[in-house]
Each structure stands twice: as structure tokens, then as C-alpha cells.
């Protein structure tokens, strides 16, 4: 093996808790006594309900760009799919903080403006990497050639490879939101190893996504390894390696390397 390929959210950085903690951080900031975990909940089903709505879904879906994710997303960029979601978004961040706080018997629309704004900026101040993250990383570049592949609108996954300081381990970043067409699509892994003019034979791919990252990597050809900290089920799925750290992939490549 010569080439790795990474998942980005959740493999490397801890999407999910970082917007958790910007939703805690935001209504934090007003008087009301609200429960934080029956907030988060309840905001988490508000967005959906009304992203779902949105004449935009279909794009979205296709590209993999998540209900939460479009609270802070900018969706910057020439292409008529995001030009629309830019301009629907004020109006979605609005609705889905109004609505949510209206289910709190806070009623107020001035509020849940400055609060749709104040989670965008908190949000894009909170890129959490996961403890060993960044020592794997150390450790591998150099040694393989490295590359990312990440479903996404792509301003949004920028801020977070920026905001980890991820982009400089990386020898070719591939966003589906660049590509028109999002992982379990096999062309997103030709796509990467063209950029990293390598080899299926000598690539493995990691990621948490049994059928995102794992299944589609290996319907490709590649070898696979399922970073699976919350011991999820396979869904009759079969990873080559299935690990809770990112710090035993060194190991497994070893292992790899030893009995060629």
C-alpha cells in the first residue's frame, strides 16, 4: 500500500459535536431556561422538516450537504444549484431557529434572527479534530501519499479542513459539491486516485460510513477501513480492517507491508 484515502467528517473531525456544542453556546446566550439536549434534539427534527421542504432537496441529497450543516453553510459559488441555496438559506436559518424557539414558548422572531446569525458565527469557530487525529496524520504523510474525500457543499468542507488545519496533509482533496456526484459514487474514488496518480491495488480507503465510505470504496476495488467508534453494525457489510482509533492504522499498514 502507497495510498491512503480519508473520509473527512467524523473520521478526522468531530462534525456532529461541534455543532452541538455551537447550538448549546448560541442558546446559552439568551435568559430563557431551556434544556440543552431537548433543544438540540428538537432543532435537529425543526431543520430537517423544513430542509426537506426546500425545492433545493434533491440537489442536496444528491450532493450529501446535511439539514444542520445548511444553518451555517454560505453556499458560495457559480453554480445554479448553490446560487439558489444562497439565496433560500437567510430565510431557512430563520424559519428553523423561529420555529424551534416558538416550541419553547419563546416568541419572538427578533431573537431567533440574532440567534441564526450568532450559531454561523460560533459555528465557524469550532473545527474539533479527534484526539489522535492529527499525530495519525503525522505519522502516515510523507510515507503514503495521502488524499480526501468528503460529500459536502464545498465552502463548507473547506472551513473545516482550514479550520483543522487538515489541508497541508494532503496531496489531493476531492469534495463532491466540486464534482456534481457524492461518495458511494464510484467516480469520486477514480476521481482521487487520478489526482493522486495511484493504483486501486496499492489503496485503502478510512472512513466511518459503512455504506458511504466502505461499501463504496470496496464496490470500487480498494481495500477498506472502517473507523467505527461507536460500535455500529456492518449492515452484512464486511470492512478488510475495522478499528475505534485512528492511531492503529500505522499498525494495520505494517502488518500489510510485512506479509507481501
Request: aromatic fraction near 10%; charge should be negative; glycine fraction near 6%.
Amino acid at each position: 500500500m502507497d495510498t491512503i484515502l480519508f473520509d473527512l467528517d467524523d473520521t478526522l473531525i468531530v462534525e456532529w459535536k461541534s455543532a452541538e456544542e455551537s447550538f448549546i453556546e448560541t442558546i446559552s446566550q439568551t435568559d430563557y431556561p431551556v434544556d440543552a439536549d431537548e433543544f438540540i434534539k428538537t432543532i435537529r427534527e425543526t431543520a430537517r422538516e423544513l430542509w426537506y421542504e426546500m425545492p433545493t432537496i434533491d440537489f442536496c441529497r444528491k450532493i450529501q450537504i446535511s439539514s444542520w450543516e445548511g444553518l451555517w453553510a454560505d453556499f458560495s459559488g457559480d453554480d445554479e444549484h448553490f446560487k439558489k441555496l444562497h439565496e433560500l438559506s437567510a430565510e431557512y436559518r430563520f424559519e428553523t431557529w423561529n420555529q424551534t424557539l416558538s416550541k419553547f414558548s419563546i416568541n419572538s422572531p427578533e431573537i431567533a434572527h440574532k440567534l441564526s446569525l450568532e450559531f454561523i458565527r460560533i459555528r465557524n469557530t469550532k473545527h474539533i479534530l479527534f484526539p489522535e487525529t492529527r499525530d495519525t496524520l503525522d505519522k502516515l504523510k510523507g510515507v503514503f501519499k495521502l488524499g480526501l474525500i468528503t460529500n459536502g457543499a464545498p465552502d463548507l468542507q473547506w472551513k473545516k479542513i482550514d479550520g483543522g488545519d487538515l489541508r497541508e496533509y494532503f496531496d489531493c482533496i476531492m469534495i463532491s459539491g466540486e464534482h456534481g456526484y457524492a461518495k458511494p459514487d464510484q467516480r469520486l474514488f477514480e476521481d482521487a486516485l487520478k489526482g493522486l496518480k495511484s493504483e486501486k491495488s496499492r489503496t485503502i480507503m478510512v472512513g466511518d460510513s459503512i455504506i458511504k465510505d466502505i461499501k463504496g470504496a470496496r464496490d470500487f476495488g480498494l481495500k477498506t477501513i472502517w473507523i467505527n467508534r461507536n460500535k455500529n453494525e456492518s449492515s452484512g457489510i464486511t470492512p478488510d480492517y475495522e478499528i475505534s482509533d485512528l492511531s492503529e492504522i500505522p499498525v494495520i499498514l505494517k502488518n500489510l507491508a510485512d506479509t507481501r
